[in-house]
């Protein structure tokens, strides 16, 4: 029996629920941003032909003697012996796979050669080669330097993913002679209508959730494999063809490293932060990568570090008088972006970057506080600090772990010093009795729920919280390999699923009280965990059953005469995953009888009661 008190408690943080990104598992390239087709700006250190196939009699190689720019050194060479006849060309099969399920779409590419004459670009059925879209248009194209051609063509849907782009032109026209092609782009019609922006299909789903914040760019994303690998802010900006390409972290199944594009930069972040209405978390790289074992930078070798993320505060934050604010206002932003918080590293507590955080940690945060004062500074770890911390920072604590690490850490915040706030910007449950989870369960859910109820009841030190990895791409998945991920896609029209952890996180982050109350209950916490909270005309109570054991719960909310009840439940081992989502929420309307509103949780659940005020 819970009975909650309507009066008292302490003041929820109104962002605790949120997003931590970063472009790992192909989450970002071949993701949530727009851009469909693969290798287009052919970088890397060996980008090879991947993703592009010769349509008709045409020759493909990689050039080096007709770059677009020094940031994309090499263009598609696309030879046609003497004699060729009829349409010919190439094709892109997309990020393993192209999803054709827009009424229009926009495709953008440079072009290098003599030609004079009708282009077509077709989205085509991989395996039926069947023409979902078909556009001709005439192109002027000479050899003395790229010119830009962009279209934009209606669509048909296709009924799966197995799709690919293809560009023709007509063969006597090149005969004997060759094309160039650099930045080959692909757009369907972009979420709230960004040039470059989001993917409407993923960004929907992350927009339903309700999240507060966004922490970017990673993450060991963020701090690369080396310092010369990190994320560097100033390479994602300004025209893409002047954006370098970029070795990403993590392993790819062919034990491959990652490119990234980097079509999705800085700006292109800040403007998904406004177009969810995110707070943004600035991560800013602080000497520490993740394959440097010892090498750490420190001393006066960081200070070009620091001078670089101040440069980039600038860019973000300055008006048109300043440098770095000028060189926003010309790549078409002029006015500053919102930001409050900045993360220096990520995960600094690792042995061969904690000794010297202290150290690392101190030199940007006084650098950013003397220019910026009102900044809130996060550090990566709460370890390796002086005893003296300093005033008004916040600590960052990941947690990944199985799923009594996640019950264990319910009181973990019960006593923490109320000066030195929270922010939880990744945890997941990764394994159940040992074994590792390819995506979240019922079980893991309802751990990773008990550790959030852990957090909002102590939601006025923990601010933020954020599960991670947040999207993956079933093409390309790169995340250690197999461990669990928020949101799965792939190409097909109907493929975003949305996991039992996305569940939990939607009803927490979408039911959310600005106090946390008091509750009195007639017994301990376990199997049952609780926490209620009050909103404007609301009483929100949040349940979370671990065990197979149905638990009945009286809740007693003074003032409250219906609800709603939103229950997640399912075995065990239950999940959604890949073309299949067998476990949903189901909300009906409640009463309560006799004074409470009578639960009933069966084993393996997760539960929020929303009850109306009189
Ligand atoms: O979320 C995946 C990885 O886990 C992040 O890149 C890193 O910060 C953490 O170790």
């Excluded at 720019?69 to 696309?78: D, N």
């Excluded at 939601?459 to 790169?478: E, F, H, I, K, W």
């Excluded at 003032?559 to 189901?586: C, I, K, W």
Aim: hydrophobic share 35%; proline share 6%; with cysteine.
């Amino acid at each position: 029996e819970l009975t909650v008190s309507t009066t008292g408690g302490n003041h929820s943080s109104p962002y605790l629920y949120g997003f931590m990104f970063e472009d790992i598992n192909h989450s970002g390239d071949g993701g949530i941003h727009s851009q469909l087709l693969q290798n287009n700006g052919f970088q890397g250190s060996n980008p090879n032909l991947t993703a592009y196939a010769a349509v008709g009699n045409v020759n493909l190689t990689l050039d080096t003697v007709n770059p677009l720019s020094t940031a994309l050194p090499l263009s598609l060479r696309v030879a046609v012996p003497a004699g060729a006849s009829g349409a010919v060309g190439f094709s892109n099969s997309g990020y393993w796979g192209i999803p054709v399920n827009a009424d229009s779409y926009v495709s953008a590419f440079y072009i290098k050669g003599d030609y004079v004459g009708e282009v077509t670009v077709r989205l085509v059925g991989a395996s039926s080669g069947t023409a979902y879209a078909t556009d001709v248009f005439n192109v002027t194209s000479n050899s003395t330097q790229f010119t830009c051609i962009e279209t934009k063509f209606q669509s048909a849907q296709a009924p799966d993913g197995n799709n690919i782009w293809t560009l023709t032109f007509d063969a006597p026209k090149v005969a004997g002679n060759a094309l160039y092609f650099s930045l080959i782009q692909l757009y369907p019609p972009t979420f709230q209508g960004r040039t470059n922006g989001l993917k409407p299909s993923i960004a929907n789903v992350l927009q339903d959730m309700k999240a507060s914040f966004l922490r970017f760019p990673g993450g060991n994303n963020m701090e690369g494999n080396s310092a010369s690998s990190r994320w560097k802010w100033n390479e994602t900006v300004g025209p893409l063809y002047t954006r370098p390409g970029r070795q990403g972290i993590y392993r790819t199944e062919t034990v491959v490293f990652l490119w990234l594009i980097r079509e999705q930069g800085l700006n292109e972040y800040f403007q998904w932060t406004k177009d969810m209405d995110l707070v943004a978390v600035l991560g800013v790289w602080d000497g520490l990568s993740l394959a440097q074992s010892g090498n750490v930078i420190t001393g006066d070798a960081l200070k070009p570090y620091i001078q670089d993320a101040l440069n980039e505060l600038e860019y973000i934050l300055g008006d048109a008088s300043t440098t770095y604010g000028k060189l926003r206002t010309s790549h078409g932003y002029p006015n500053p972006w919102s930001l409050t918080y900045v993360e220096i590293g990520n995960e600094d507590h690792w042995w061969y970057g904690g000794p010297s955080y202290a150290e690392r940690f101190t030199a940007f945060h006084d650098a950013i506080k003397s220019k910026y004062p009102n900044l809130v500074i996060i550090a990566s770890t709460d370890e390796y600090f002086p005893v003296q911390k300093p005033e008004g920072i916040w600590m960052d604590y990941h947690s990944y772990g199985p799923a009594e690490k996640f019950i264990n850490e319910f009181n973990k915040f019960d006593n923490f010093d109320r000066k030195f706030p929270y922010v939880v910007t990744e945890y997941a449950c990764v394994s159940i009795d040992g074994a590792h989870l390819r995506q979240p369960t019922m079980q893991a859910s309802v751990a990773e729920a008990i550790f959030m109820i852990g957090m909002e009841r102590n939601s006025d030190v923990v601010r933020m919280a954020a599960y991670a990895p947040l999207l993956q791409n079933y093409g390309g998945y790169t995340w250690k390999n197999h461990e669990p991920n928020l949101v799965l896609f792939n190409n097909d029209p109907n493929g975003v699923f949305l996991t039992t952890s996305y569940y939990v996180q939607q009803m927490f982050a979408t039911n959310r009280g600005h106090t946390i109350l008091p509750v009195q209950s007639d017994g301990p916490f376990g199997p049952v965990y609780y926490v209620a909270s009050k909103a404007s005309s609301k009483y929100y109570v949040k349940l979370a059953n671990y065990g197979s054991s149905t638990q009945q719960i009286q809740v007693k909310i003074e003032g409250t005469n219906s609800g709603l009840l939103t229950v997640l439940s399912g075995n065990a081992g239950a999940a959604n995953t890949f073309g299949s989502m067998p476990v949903l929420p189901r909300t009906t309307p409640v009463v309560p009888t006799s004074g409470a509103f009578d639960i009933v949780l069966p084993g393996w659940t997760v539960a929020v009661l929303a009850a109306h005020m009189k």
